[in-house]
Every structure is written in structure tokens, then in C-alpha cells.
Nanobody, 123 residues
Framework: QVQLVESGGGLVQAGGSLRLSCAAS????????VGWFRQAPGKEREFVAT????????YYADSVKGRFTISRDNAKATVYLQMNSLKPEDTANYYC????????????????WGQGTQVTVSS
């Protein structure tokens, strides 16, 4: 089992930055891949970024590529999502998720989910 807790969300103006954190407990953190997803009201949950267990492999959604950076510190059992040049369309509830084998862009592939943190970008 892996327990995940997101933090770092908030209200920011367009063009601003936020850093989200996903703190994990339970199973050895360095053995799981982690993904960030987001869900806006009335929309499906969508992939944002993912990072492999030891951080060598990362993937991003086209909509955030070049603006967001995913990273992890396995000693602290934490994954980060640095979000720069934020746009109003980035407004959503952001979730981190973990899975036991390899990265994935699909929500159905993840076994463990956090409760989410709200990001609101004003224009």
C-alpha cells in the first residue's frame, strides 16, 4: 500500500508559478512510478506528467510541456510538480498517483491516488 498526500495548490495569476508536492508513505517509495493528473469541473481526469521509480524517465502532456517539470526525491519520499507560466486553462484539481511497474499516461493504470489539491489560475 502507498498513501499519497498532495499539497501546494492555491490561487495564482496567469504567468505565475506554483510547486505541488506529493508526499508518500507506506510501500518503499523508490519502487513506484508516480504520475500527476488533473481534473477540471465537468471534464475527465487527464494526464499531466509522470516519472519513473528512480527518476530517469519522464513524460509530459503536450499542453504542459516546457512549462511544467516533474521531479522526485526518494530520500524524502516526495514527488514535485513545478508549474511555471501558468494559464487559466491549467485551473483544476491536481492529483498524484502511484503504480508499481513503469510509467503510464493512463489513469486506469494507477493503483494509488491522493485526495487532490486545487490550483486556480486567474486571468
Amino acid at each position: 500500500q502507498v498513501q499519497l498526500v498532495e499539497s501546494g495548490g492555491g490561487l495564482v495569476q496567469a504567468g505565475g508559478s506554483l510547486r505541488l508536492s506529493c508526499a508518500a508513505s507506506g510501500r518503499t517509495f523508490s519502487t513506484v512510478a508516480v504520475g500527476w493528473f488533473r481534473q477540471a469541473p465537468g471534464k475527465e481526469r487527464e494526464f499531466v506528467a509522470t516519472i519513473s521509480a528512480i527518476g530517469r524517465v519522464t513524460y509530459y502532456a503536450d499542453s504542459v510541456k516546457g512549462r511544467f517539470t516533474i521531479s522526485r526525491d526518494n530520500a524524502k519520499a516526495t514527488v514535485y510538480l513545478q508549474m511555471n507560466s501558468l494559464k487559466p486553462e491549467d485551473t483544476a484539481n491536481y492529483y498524484c498517483a502511484a503504480r508499481n511497474i513503469g510509467t503510464s499516461k493512463k489513469t486506469v493504470d494507477y493503483n494509488y491516488w491522493g485526495q487532490g489539491t486545487q490550483v486556480t489560475v486567474s486571468s
